[in-house]
């Protein structure tokens, strides 16, 4: 499976951005993640498509949103009312070895898109 991101920039707090990931095969559980300079890489939000449920990092809920287009098997993050705090390199992940879960570990990654609030 490979995985490539597309949609990041730079946007003022409160703005809008909408992340996309563009997957080349089929997987079930799909997430995405980021990493600040200077920080751990920490999970955003993750979607499983069987099991019809998605969570999210205390930090983002009710301004994120996971969300997939099957028929362009197109994995997105939309992000409203982001703050400087969300300024990190995001990256789409997908194919978990154990589980569907923010802390499982994944098999697949992108290659990340930069996220700039300012």
């Known amino acids: 499976v490979q995985l490539v991101e597309s949609g990041g920039g730079s946007v003022q707090p409160g703005g809008s951005l909408r992340l996309s990931c563009a997957a080349s095969?089929?997987?079930?559980?799909m997430a995405w993640f980021r990493q600040a300079p200077g920080y751990e890489r920490e999970g955003v939000a993750i979607?499983?498509?069987?099991?019809?449920?998605?969570t999210y990092a205390d930090s983002v809920k009710g301004r994120f949103t996971i969300s997939k287009d099957n028929a362009k098997n197109t994995l997105y993050l939309q992000m409203n009312a982001v703050k400087s705090e969300d300024t990190a390199v995001y990256y789409c992940?997908?194919?978990?070895?154990?589980?569907?879960?923010?802390?499982?570990?994944?098999?697949?990654w992108g290659q990340g898109t930069q996220v700039t609030v300012s």
């Open positions: 095969g089929y997987t079930d559980c």
């Open positions: 992940a997908a194919g978990p070895t154990i589980g569907c879960w923010l802390d499982s570990p994944f098999a697949y």
């Open positions: 979607m499983s498509i069987l099991g019809s449920r998605t």
